[in-house]
């Protein structure tokens, strides 16, 4: 299982490893993307290696994320050692970056009314229950000595 920095699951994401699955499979989800959040995207763009990946490898929409480049950044504001892999491991609890990256995926739960269960698990689940997910894996970094 592969989290994002905010606490999308990436590894059920069907971005990822988008390009190893083929054309048929990107273009099938290129369709449903369109479809479901009328966001048309070229099939060869279906391709993504996690959030945390390097420019060239994550998804293009993802590139300037400001979770995503403060968790590969050296030092936060405070000077913090970063390097993280993903929010969960720092410190600062409330962080303005986390909650704006997070709240991108706040109304993906209210699709369940609107398509399939099919597409729902597909399409939608792996950018469900970020804030939980966070949450969770926060408490364990937290246990940690």
């Given at each position: 299982?592969?989290?994002?920095?905010?606490?999308v699951?990436?590894?059920?994401?069907?971005?990822?490893?988008?390009?190893?699955?083929?054309?048929?499979?990107?273009?099938q989800?290129?369709?449903?993307?369109?479809?479901?959040?009328q966001?048309?995207?070229?099939?060869?763009?279906?391709?993504?290696?996690?959030?945390?990946?390097?420019?060239?490898?994550?998804f293009?929409?993802?590139?300037?994320?400001?979770?995503?480049?403060?968790?590969?950044?050296?030092?936060?504001?405070?000077?913090?050692?970063?390097?993280?892999?993903?929010?969960?491991?720092?410190?600062?609890?409330?962080?303005?970056?986390?909650?704006?990256?997070?709240?991108?995926?706040?109304?993906?739960?209210?699709?369940?009314?609107?398509?399939?269960?099919?597409?729902?698990?597909?399409?939608?689940?792996?950018?469900?229950?970020?804030?939980?997910?966070?949450?969770?894996?926060?408490?364990?970094?937290?246990?940690?000595?």
């Amino acid at each position: 299982m592969r989290m994002s920095a905010c606490g999308v699951l990436c590894s059920d994401c069907p971005a990822y490893r988008g390009a190893a699955k083929g054309g048929e499979y990107q273009e099938q989800v290129a369709e449903a993307w369109t479809r479901i959040y009328q966001r048309p995207e070229a099939p060869e763009k279906i391709a993504c290696g996690g959030c945390l990946s390097s420019d060239a490898e994550v998804f293009y929409t993802s590139v300037g994320c400001t979770c995503r480049l403060c968790c590969l950044s050296r030092t936060s504001q405070r000077g913090l050692e970063k390097g993280f892999g993903s929010c969960a491991e720092c410190p600062e609890a409330d962080c303005e970056k986390l909650e704006q990256a997070q709240a991108v995926w706040d109304g993906v739960p209210d699709l369940l009314d609107r398509i399939s269960d099919s597409d729902f698990e597909t399409y939608a689940r792996p950018y469900c229950d970020h804030r939980r997910r966070i949450a969770a894996a926060r408490a364990v970094f937290q246990q940690k000595p």
